[in-house]
């Protein structure tokens, strides 16, 4: 069976976790205005998410970064609420089970700072990663809740921690 391991960022990480971040957005021709893609900290994915009531994952196997995600207070809303981020991972990884158990570490991580929702926003062609969202109980909304700058995607979700 093969190791994988879901850890916290490090600085030395930054390098490859943007770069899995834009070939993920490459492969499935996700729009790359008004998305993550145009996030000015991309390159510094440690920087942004070692602030209060943040966390980024990276899920690692044999030295290389396969995969990400974190959590963040969803910018200009209520304080309860914070919002699942960039999670992507390598197509070779997918359907292995590490997007649940990515999933479960981040909201685990939400709750622990004290969030009693956690937000999200997708693309609407990415029906394996809305299955996911739905089976730990994300629901969909009829418009996006704060402000994330993402005015690429239409797909807004919420689930009660």
Known sequence: MEKYRIRKIKKEDNPAVAALIRAVFDEL??????TAYEDPYLDLMY???NKSKSVYYVVEKDG??????????LENEAETICELQKMYFLPETRGLGLGSQMMAKCLESAKD???????LETMPFMLDAQKLYK???FEYLESPM????HTSC????????
């Open 154 to 161: 239409p797909i807004w979700m919420l689930k009660k921690l």
């Open 64 to 73: 290389e970064i396969i995969g990400s995600a974190g959590v963040a207070p």
């Open 135 to 137: 089976k730990v109980g």
């Open 29 to 34: 021709k996700i729009p790359k205005v008004g």
């Open 47 to 49: 920087e942004e998410y």
């Open 113 to 119: 700072f004290g969030f009693e929702n956690c937000y």
């Open 146 to 149: 704060g402000s994330t700058g």
